[in-house]
């Protein structure tokens, strides 16, 4: 439990399916105080909330202290592929490594059954192939899949998406009915340890170290210019470069080890063919021939049409029927039959 209204709402209508409740929330990391009403998460009055919706409910509250793992799991993680010169997603790594890494193991430990999320989505178990599948919450606005494509059998068994079938409205809705205090609170937003967003700031912090500056180079290879720091830089990227052009120019490659940023034309970010590494397949062992699915290449992207295909253990490659622009290593690519998520890696390029 967040402190947030989606975990409190989910937290009630577990209990109404009969089971047993415990709330649990994770503290994650030391930070400062920040307003309540903002975008960010995990402040004291989070971990108030919570513990005000656990007495109104009269289930017991925890808090765990998971600030080593989240540490070693996620802001470590997050520091060294933006080094790498890959663009991370920290949610991702998150959901995967702490909330249902870490906490499930304890929640099992305790003889919990379940463990209990406000994320929207739903899972469902396919008799026929025996396999659980993860599938689109009914808000599809609200939609989280995206973020949960590392879920495996194990886990999918032992998690309940409760606010899955509702839209946001509704939640809030029930959670103002039962005199919840966060059923208008504020949704977070931003990434949870870096409450500015200056990710560049926060990593030069936990390495001890600046990152080297370098140059801007064109698609043949020429110095156009000199950069601040390769990690400065998305892939895409237009506006706030440092220096001008005379004409538009885009982030379209980063070389950490050359320093180099390379610069092109909003042509050049385009491409049809993605492939991923560090898979997760939800809805099959193996691909064994190729297959027509939807897919996105970023949490904000509407799926799009492409042929899947599994090309080694650890391996997914995709061809979409129409060109993505910038697509970014270190993100993630899901996939989709309709409203089930069949599986997921990490972009490679």
């Not at 991702?92 to 249902?100: A, D, L, P």
């Not at 899972?123 to 590392?150: C, E, M, N």
């Not at 170290?209 to 000199?226: A, L, S, T, W, Y």
Request: glycine share 8%.
């Amino acid at each position: 439990m967040s402190g947030g209204v989606d975990s409190s709402v989910a937290a009630l209508l577990t209990m109404h399916e009969g089971y047993d409740v415990i709330g649990a929330t994770m503290k994650l990391y030391d930070k400062p105080e920040t307003d309540s009403r903002g975008k960010t998460c995990g402040t004291s009055d989070d971990v108030a909330d919570a513990a005000s919706v656990c007495a109104r409910l009269g289930i017991p509250h925890h808090i765990f202290d998971m600030r080593s793992e989240f540490n070693a799991e996620v802001m470590r993680r997050f520091a060294e592929i933006y080094r790498s010169g890959e663009t991370p997603n920290p949610c991702i790594i998150c959901n995967r490594r702490i909330k249902f890494g870490g906490l499930l193991e304890r929640a099992l430990a305790m003889d919990c059954d379940k463990i209990v999320t406000g994320h929207y989505a739903a899972i469902v178990y396919d008799a026929p192939s025996g396999r659980w599948l993860l599938q689109k919450a009914a808000d599809h606005a609200k939609d989280q899949t995206y973020f949960l494509y590392t879920l495996t059998q194990r886990q999918l068994a032992h998690i309940l998406f409760p606010v899955g079938t509702l839209t946001k409205s509704e939640v809030r809705a029930i959670a103002e009915e039962r005199g919840f205090i966060n059923s208008r609170k504020h949704d977070s937003q931003d990434i949870c340890f870096l409450p500015d967003g200056d990710y560049v700031s926060f990593i030069e912090r936990y390495c001890g170290e600046k990152c080297p500056e370098g140059d801007f180079i064109d698609r043949q290879g020429n110095v156009i210019g000199h950069h601040k720091g390769a990690i400065r830089y998305t892939i895409g990227q237009r506006k706030g470069l440092g220096m001008g052009f005379n004409k538009p120019m885009y982030v379209c490659a980063k070389d950490v080890t050359a320093r180099t940023v390379t610069l092109g034309d909003n042509a050049d970010l385009f491409s049809r063919s993605v492939t991923a590494r560090d898979i997760n397949l939800i809805a099959f062992d193996r691909l064994e021939r190729p297959l027509r699915v939807t897919a996105k290449v970023r949490y904000s992207q509407r799926e799009e049409p492409a042929i899947l295909e599994q090309t080694d253990d650890d391996e997914l490659h995709l061809e979409f029927d129409n060109p993505q622009r910038a697509v970014a290593p270190g993100q993630a690519v899901v996939c989709y039959d309709g409203s089930t998520v069949l599986c997921g890696g990490t972009i490679l390029g």
